[in-house]
């Protein structure tokens, strides 16, 4: 009987730190994604300012650019109402 408890209770010990080795891991993925997400916002901005800054200084390019793609848009959308 007292073998009984003590394996039992090795066993919630066991299952204790595996569950805490499990936290630690999910943890250091949550920090690391957060950190991954914080240098993609960085980089999304600093791609944001840059095509706002070409856009600026190329403002024909700009508009063609955004009559094309408008075009185009308007084109997939006119097939796919149709059907």
Do not use: C, W
């Not at 950190?35 to 024909?60: C, G, I, M, W």
């Not at 955004?66 to 308007?74: D, I, T």
């Amino acid at each position: 009987m007292a073998k009984n408890k003590e394996s039992q209770k090795q066993s919630e010990a066991s299952t204790e730190e595996k569950k805490r080795v499990k936290i630690k891991g999910y943890e250091k993925l949550i920090e690391r994604l957060k950190e991954e997400r914080t240098e993609f916002q960085n980089e999304l901005n600093r791609d944001y300012k840059e095509a706002r800054r070409y856009v600026r200084s190329h403002p024909e390019e700009g508009m063609l650019f955004a009559f094309v793609g408008g075009v185009a848009l308007g084109y997939v959308l006119g097939k796919l109402g149709r059907k």
